[in-house]
């Protein structure tokens, strides 16, 4: 219970910018407006109260069948597509949902492989914001709170993602599932698939199979480049968990111009004013 208490404090004390709700969706959507303006996409979306409704009530397993005809509409034409397989913003109980799930469509084992793992991580995420929110109602009404004073709170729970790059059998994207409301709070997920190969590809599919030392070489000399004229850097020692080295769980994305980026999450290599560290990464032939 001290702990809930001294949540209660922390919020009460903590100035939350109106604005707040606009900022994490400026940050997440950010990317993905900058490349649906390169494309055309028509997504016809839920706008009504009662099919957002039919949503949440079915609880958090989402119908394929009517998800699909709400969004059926390929990004690009080839072997797959990515479809927006739910779309759809609610507010209920103080929690503001704004979310949008991909799903990948093609004739293959490794699209159904994704779209349920994508399914199960948006599952647990909705799951976890409404379990935060619940603890935490139950916690400042224990340590004082009263119910008007909790109606006044509010609490961002968002899913969305971003093509990175795109061809005509293989795909680059990042789902994001956010949560806000005393701090944001942002997971991201990576996936690089080749359907014509019907798997996931590497880091060694782009950088050959001295990726690890490529890969090394270049985010070594970009933490270097990135210090001030003092030498202060955000980034930890390798001895305090800085970064050390890449390895085959380390997340990364293609651009359109077809170049690696090696990412890092927040406060993984870097303090947390670092935000997500991502390091474009410099072969030897440039």
Same mark, same amino acid.
């Given at each position: 219970?001290?702990?809930? &208490?001294?949540? &209660?404090?922390?919020? #009460?004390?903590?100035?939350?910018?109106?604005?707040?709700?606009?900022?994490?969706?400026? $940050?997440?959507?950010?990317?993905?407006?900058?490349?649906?303006?390169?494309?055309?996409?028509?997504? *016809?979306?839920?706008?009504?109260?009662? %099919?957002?409704?039919?949503?949440?009530?079915?609880?958090?397993?989402?119908?394929?069948?009517?998800?699909?005809?709400?969004?059926?509409?390929?990004?690009?034409?080839?072997?797959?597509?990515?479809?927006?397989?739910?779309?759809?913003?609610?507010?209920?109980?103080?929690? #503001?949902?704004?979310?949008?799930?991909?799903?990948?469509?093609?004739?293959?084992?490794?699209? !159904? &492989?994704?779209?349920?793992?994508? =399914?199960? &991580?948006?599952? =647990?995420?909705?799951?976890?914001? +409404?379990? @935060?929110?619940?603890?935490?109602?139950?916690?400042?009404?224990?340590?004082?709170?009263?119910? @008007?004073?909790?109606?006044?709170?509010?609490?961002?729970?968002?899913? @969305?993602?971003?093509?990175?790059?795109?061809?005509?059998? *293989?795909?680059?994207?990042?789902?994001? /599932?956010?949560?806000?409301?005393?701090?944001? =709070?942002?997971?991201?997920?990576?996936?690089?698939?080749? /359907?014509?190969?019907?798997?996931?590809?590497?880091?060694?599919?782009?950088?050959?199979?001295?990726?690890?030392?490529?890969?090394? %070489?270049?985010?070594?000399? =970009?933490? !270097?480049?990135?210090?001030?004229?003092? $030498?202060?850097?955000? /980034?930890?020692?390798? #001895? !305090? $968990?800085?970064?050390?080295?890449?390895?085959?769980?380390?997340?990364?994305?293609? *651009?359109?111009?077809?170049?690696?980026?090696?990412?890092?999450?927040?406060?993984?290599?870097?303090?947390?004013?670092?935000?997500?560290? !991502? /390091?474009?990464? +410099?072969?030897?032939?440039?």
């Amino acid at each position: 219970m001290n702990e809930f &208490k001294h949540a &209660k404090e922390i919020y #009460d004390n903590t100035t939350i910018p109106s604005e707040l709700s606009g900022r994490v969706m400026a $940050g997440i959507r950010n990317g993905k407006a900058r490349y649906q303006s390169r494309r055309s996409r028509t997504i *016809r979306r839920w706008t009504t109260i009662a %099919a957002c409704f039919c949503v949440m009530l079915a609880g958090l397993n989402l119908s394929p069948a009517l998800a699909r005809a709400a969004a059926n509409v390929p990004v690009l034409g080839g072997v797959f597509r990515v479809l927006t397989f739910v779309d759809y913003n609610k507010s209920e109980d103080g929690i #503001d949902y704004s979310i949008s799930v991909p799903e990948v469509e093609a004739e293959s084992m490794l699209a !159904e &492989k994704v779209n349920t793992v994508i =399914q199960e &991580k948006v599952d =647990q995420h909705l799951a976890k914001a +409404q379990r @935060d929110w619940d603890e935490y109602r139950e916690a400042f009404l224990a340590t004082g709170g009263t119910e @008007d004073e909790w109606s006044g709170r509010k609490m961002d729970v968002i899913i @969305d993602y971003e093509i990175m790059s795109q061809t005509e059998d *293989r795909v680059s994207f990042i789902v994001y /599932f956010a949560e806000g409301w005393v701090s944001s =709070q942002e997971e991201r997920y990576y996936y690089n698939l080749d /359907f014509t190969e019907d798997r996931e590809l590497e880091l060694r599919d782009f950088l050959g199979e001295d990726w690890v030392s490529v890969c090394n %070489a270049s985010i070594q000399r =970009q933490i !270097e480049e990135r210090a001030n004229a003092e $030498g202060s850097t955000l /980034f930890f020692a390798p #001895d !305090e $968990g800085g970064f050390t080295t890449v390895d085959k769980s380390t997340d990364f994305y293609v *651009r359109e111009d077809g170049r690696v980026v090696v990412c890092f999450p927040k406060y993984s290599i870097a303090a947390g004013a670092a935000g997500n560290v !991502e /390091f474009v990464i +410099q072969t030897p032939e440039g």
